[in-house]
């Protein structure tokens, strides 16, 4: 797929997935989500974070909400969910007589959700224009010692990347899986272990840009 007019902007918009400044050690050359995305880019493309670190769906649909309509000259990109997941990581400690039990429980979480993410998801494709969107699943190759992160959450996790991937395959948008995309536990920040690191947030940058092909994205020909 190819946007025909050059591309002027790529908004980025979610989570810290995309706003993982903090999580980078900027002091020693190590750059942002944001910053690889730039480098990969011509100058003449800018690069927006719409994205705030701790965000969830809900927020993220709130400041969609206020944004006017895009062209075709603007890409967006939005990587949400993970922190709607963690919130409710909480019910994975509730007593329960059986696995049944345990699965109404989730169930009330995961249909929050998806009710959550349709809606923002909506007011994207209302913003863009729908071939100029992605969205990313949540990753969940973190490392084995990141701290909270439980392996029965992360079994969780399944549920909420299902219902993110049937809402992008449901409005037609394109997917940018995370989870074949960050496989190294050095693509995880040694600040917190659920965040990208330098080399997490370079890969997130050149899969965005391979998403959308080199040619859409205004990429420079020796960048990926």
Same mark, same amino acid.
């Given at each position: ?11 980025l918009h979610g989570d810290s997935i995309f ?20 480098? #990969? ?7 927006? !974070? @719409? ?5 969830? =769906?809900?927020?993220? &649909? ?17 990587s949400c969910g993970g922190n709607d997941a ?63 992160? #439980? ?7 399944? !549920? @909420? ?5 049937? =809402?992008?395959?449901? &409005? ?45 994205a205004n990429c420079k020909p020796t960048s990926?």
């Open positions: 797929m190819t946007v025909q007019q050059p591309i002027q902007a790529v908004h706003d993982n400044g903090s999580y980078v050690y900027n002091g020693e050359g190590e750059l942002c989500v944001r910053e690889h995305l730039e480098g #990969l880019l011509l100058p003449t493309t800018k690069v927006t !974070l @719409f994205a705030v670190d701790g965000y969830v =769906t809900t927020q993220a &649909y709130i400041d969609m909400n206020k944004l006017n309509a895009y062209g075709e000259d603007t890409l967006a990109v939005l963690l919130r409710s990581s909480g019910i994975m400690l509730v007593r329960s007589e059986s696995v049944f039990d345990s699965l109404s429980q989730m169930k009330e979480v995961i249909n929050s959700f998806e009710k959550n993410y349709d809606c923002l998801l909506w007011e994207m494709i209302n913003t863009y224009e729908l071939k100029n969107v992605r969205v990313c699943t949540v990753y969940n190759n973190i490392p084995k010692d990141a701290e909270f992160i #439980l392996d029965e959450t992360m079994l969780a996790l399944r !549920l @909420f990347n299902d219902v993110i991937t049937e =809402t992008a395959d449901k &409005y037609n948008v394109g997917l940018i899986d995370l989870r074949n995309v960050c496989t190294e536990s050095s693509d995880y920040s040694t600040i917190s272990s659920i965040e990208p690191s330098h080399q997490g947030g370079e890969k997130i940058a050149k899969a965005i840009v391979n998403s959308f092909s080199m040619k859409t990926c």
